[in-house]
């Protein structure tokens, strides 16, 4: 039983992570200021190429590489056109879904029916020897644990610097921003960008943990768990890395329940990681003020400077 | 009476010259055919298997036809814009390859009586409405004959999608097959309500193993549950196509669909003008469901079991739903001997003895 619970333990760490790292990314990115929609698309560029880098390459470092890159071009792609252009954030975000939908497929059409061995789990030496413990929390792939690293520093960037009160400075007024001569459209540029990378992070880890294999479409609809936890943590970095294990682990539990055979019907079941999350850190987040101190309040709206 | 017949003789041969100037017509202007997927074509599944039928036509009648599809089209009110849409662009044949199409397909064909549609996996039909599935359940019973001799734990893991006839009827198929070779066998039915996730599929693979399974069995579409079987070794069976490049020790072997002898077929109708509405349910005898090479770990009495199995449905000597059969409960629900009609399997919405949990309603 206890190997079970263990085993148990591993596979909610798998569906949550993908998670973590496209929503870290849209945090920041919110929290400058700018809504990005397109998470999907990014996770699917992101996910067929890190698939065919680690493939021709036969490396997996090149493919988690080749993940960060192209999200980071899609990202790109939204940034010049919402901030240099001025198109509206929603609908690029949806046209840039759309787009890396339709773009991945295209990329991977050679890539359906290979195999890949997957990203080769990294054992931290000494701690990965504790019996249990080790195993459910030093004996992961590297993705794994850049997820926890990442969402650290996330959380200190955003709180405990200089640089991290700029860019919420960005979101909260940009007006009021760029009077005190913060360039608005650079920071937020670059707030997209990190976005972008983290939602190609997230797209490698499909391909290249969670089913090790390129399939169309196969994020599947998590580029919107994923932004909608965004809001539900109240853009909160500690908040977000506990909805999507919760979201991970009601996912994964729903389905021990149902091999169980508790009674209860697997419609509802499949309903329940939403509702809970959704509960839990709806709960969390009554407090209406934090909700407005989180916030980026100007969120989604188009920067001019000349105004 | 000379006069008369050969009076009757010329109407005649006014009709065919007419008829030939028709068919002609036809044949400089391609005979379009389309069709309306539920899934990518690079699924490497379902919708890819409905692809390479649509592939035969045009290698069969190359420049007499002209073939499109639609991929990814979502089961909803987006369908029967995607049919709508089909139709009215002058496509003679639309193939809609999906349960969820039924109702926009009839709806689409009452508004468009001249264009010929075929929808699969379906029970309503038209004029101009065809239906035609595939009796996978004669390839469950083939498999479940296998799990029931190879598995030592005696729980085979079942990732199914949604709970409609279909798939239920795979379960029961599967489960009886399996427990006339081992009645201490138990499926285990994970539903995962969706039928293209391939993290959420993988997910399902791994709670079933951690739960004892050790022979994984899928009703979905991507080859990720089999990946986990190879990962974690185990043994699985694969899904509409042959998927052994994911699993090359653990997959048995793998039930296939194969459309393309009915696609060309139906669309050789349509061409020369025979087509009429059908009810077409083809099993292993017609070829809509075959088996790809068994995989390497099969041993030689598995095997034979599973031809015996597979030699015996096509010769109509065994019945997948034969008699006794017993509920959950253990209630006896067909007599020995006794086969259920495809009346029944059409609208399967129970559980046979050796399926564990309830139906979902």
Request: proline fraction near 4%; hydrophobic fraction near 45%.
């Amino acid at each position: 039983m206890n190997e079970t619970l263990l085993l148990t333990a591993l596979t909610i760490i798998t569906a949550a992570t993908p998670l973590v790292y496209a929503a870290i990314g849209e945090l920041v990115v919110e929290r400058s200021g700018v809504l990005n929609l397109g998470i999907e698309g990014m996770m699917l560029v992101g996910a067929v190429c890190s698939f065919a880098a680690a493939h021709y390459s036969g490396a997996a470092s090149l493919g988690i590489v080749a993940g960060i890159m192209a999200g980071m071009l899609m990202a790109a792609l939204f940034a010049f056109l919402t901030l240099k252009l001025q198109s509206s954030q929603v609908a690029t975000g949806l046209a840039l879904t759309i787009f890396g939908i339709g773009v991945s497929a295209l990329i991977g059409q050679s890539f359906v029916g290979i195999a890949y061995s997957g990203l080769q789990p990294l054992p931290i030496p000494v701690l990965s020897e504790i019996p249990v413990l080790g195993r459910l929390l030093f004996n992961h792939d590297v993705l794994v644990y850049g997820s926890f690293v990442l969402v650290a520093l996330v959380s200190w960037f955003l709180k405990r610097t200089h640089a991290g009160l700029i860019l919420r400075s960005v979101g909260d007024s940009h007006n009021a921003a760029h009077a005190l001569g913060i360039k608005v459209i650079r920071v937020r540029f670059m707030a997209t960008l990190f976005g972008g990378a983290c939602a190609g992070l997230a797209g490698a880890y499909l391909s290249m943990v969670y089913t090790p294999m390129w399939v169309e479409n196969m994020s599947a609809g998590r580029g919107w768990i994923a932004l909608a936890l965004v809001v539900f943590a109240v853009w909160q970095p500690g908040r977000l890395l506990l909805g999507a294990y919760l979201f991970g682990a009601i996912s994964i539990l729903q389905l021990h329940g149902q091999a169980l055979g508790i009674n209860v019907p697997s419609q509802l079941m499949s309903m329940l990681p939403y509702l809970v999350t959704i509960l839990v850190l709806v709960l969390i987040s009554r407090d209406r003020g934090r909700i407005r101190r989180n916030a980026p309040a100007s969120i989604g709206q188009a920067f001019h400077p000349t105004t | 009476m000379v006069f008369h017949g050969s009076l009757k003789q010329a109407a005649f041969a006014i009709a065919a010259v007419l008829s030939i100037g028709v068919v002609n017509a036809q044949s400089d202007d391609p005979t379009k055919v389309g069709f309306v997927y539920v899934g990518p074509v690079s699924d490497h599944g379902w919708t890819y298997r409905h692809d390479l039928g649509r592939q035969a036509i045009e290698a069969q009648f190359g420049d007499k036809v002209e073939t499109t599809y639609v991929e990814s089209v979502p089961e909803g009110a987006d369908a029967e814009r995607v049919i709508r849409n089909l139709a009215s662009s002058g496509h003679d044949l639309i193939f809609t390859t999906s349960f969820g199409f039924m109702n926009p397909t009839v709806k689409v064909a009452k508004d468009f009586p001249d264009v010929k549609f075929e929808h699969a996996t379906g029970f309503k039909r038209e004029d101009n409405v065809s239906t035609y599935a595939a009796r996978f359940y004669e390839g469950r019973s083939v498999i479940g004959t296998m799990a029931g001799m190879m598995t030592k734990t005696n729980t085979i893991g079942y990732i199914a999608s949604f709970p409609i006839p279909e798939v239920v009827r795979g379960i029961n198929a599967f489960t009886i097959a399996m427990r006339k070779v081992n009645p201490d066998a138990t499926v285990k039915v994970v539903w995962v309500n969706t039928w293209y996730d391939p993290g959420k599929e993988a997910d399902a693979a791994k709670v079933l193993i951690d739960q004892g399974a050790d022979i994984i069995t899928q009703h979905t579409d991507s080859p990720a549950p089999l990946q986990v079987a190879q990962e974690r070794g185990v043994f699985a069976f694969g899904q509409a196509s042959d998927m052994s490049a994911f699993a090359p020790e653990s997959q048995l072997t793998s039930i296939v669909d194969d459309w393309n002898s009915y696609y060309v077929e139906r669309t050789a109708a349509a061409i020369d003008g025979t087509w009429a509405s059908t009810d077409t349910w083809g099993g292993i005898d017609t070829g809509m469901v075959a088996f790809p090479e068994y995989g390497v770990n099969v041993p030689d009495d598995v095997r034979a079991a599973a031809e015996v199995i597979r030699e015996g449905i096509i010769d109509k000597s065994i019945h997948p739903f034969q008699g006794p059969l017993k509920d959950q409960a253990g209630e006896e629900i067909l007599a020995e001997g006794e086969i259920y009609d495809d009346g029944v399997l059409l609208g399967m919405n129970f559980y046979v003895e050796g399926v564990q949990g309830d139906l979902p309603k």
